[in-house]
């Protein structure tokens, strides 16, 4: 009776997360019924299992549904990719860059979250038209490639919380003010593949001169010092990041 009393209030917790969980999961469960039957088992039992399943009702969607679904993929992860590229530059600049008007300009940025997407459909409708854009995937990709105030605050603050001591010592070892972002990231880089075991402190890795086609040109990395010292150990070149 007293580990009931104890513990009486986890016991109320984990019943209600219970009862929730039902709650969300039950509609989907009714879906997936749903999706598996033909006509006359949607009249007969709209809310029941019935037999047999229909599972070339997903075919027959897919056919309808390819174009549009593979549209809104590309569509999300063109806008999202150049989004958060240029939102994390922008982020980068405003966390550790002190500049005249710094603080205007942030919070004017956060204004913009307080604006409805509503108020910006007609004006951004003219401006793709100006744009002469109108009935292309551009017109979809554009305007959320523009949606940056929300990760800009984000990753302002990200960039903000890593210890500033990082900077200064990239900046003594002369690294560029342009490539910190990606430099100081670099070692969290090696971490992570050093914990999936992905490489080992050990292991080598070839720092040799590479040309890699790219679709406007030849592209080139460079070390810093502009020279290379072929076959080095991850050690090594988590030491030099």
Not at 150 to 171: G, K, Q, S, W
Request: one cysteine or more.
């Amino acid at each position: 009776m007293t580990y009931l009393r104890r513990n009486l209030g986890q016991f109320v917790l984990q019943a209600t997360l219970v009862v929730l969980g039902i709650l969300t999961f039950a509609p989907v469960v009714v879906l997936l019924m749903l999706s598996v039957k033909d006509v006359f088992q949607f009249n007969v039992a709209p809310m029941g299992l019935t037999f047999p399943m229909h599972w070339e009702n997903y075919t027959l969607a897919w056919k309808f549904m390819s174009g549009p679904l593979l549209n809104n993929i590309l569509i999300a992860v063109a806008a999202t990719s150049a989004s958060l590229a240029m939102a994390s530059i922008t982020a980068f600049i405003f966390a550790r860059f002190r500049f005249p008007g710094r603080e205007v300009l942030f919070f004017s940025l956060v204004i913009l979250l307080f604006i409805p997407n509503t108020v910006l459909l007609v004006p951004t409708y003219q401006m793709i038209i100006r744009a002469g854009i109108q009935n292309t995937i551009w017109a979809l990709i554009f305007p959320y490639c523009a949606q940056q105030a929300l990760a800009i605050v984000v990753m302002r603050t990200f960039f903000e919380e890593l210890p500033a001591e990082m900077f200064d010592a990239a900046a003594v070892d002369g690294v560029l003010a342009l490539r910190q972002a990606g430099s100081t990231l670099k070692p969290f880089l090696y971490g992570l593949a050093l914990d999936r075991q992905w490489l080992t402190a050990a292991s080598l890795i070839d720092d040799s001169p590479v040309a890699l086609t790219a679709e406007n040109g030849v592209y080139v990395p460079q070390n810093y010092d502009r020279h290379f010292r072929g076959w080095v150990s991850a050690r090594t070149a988590l030491a030099s990041s």
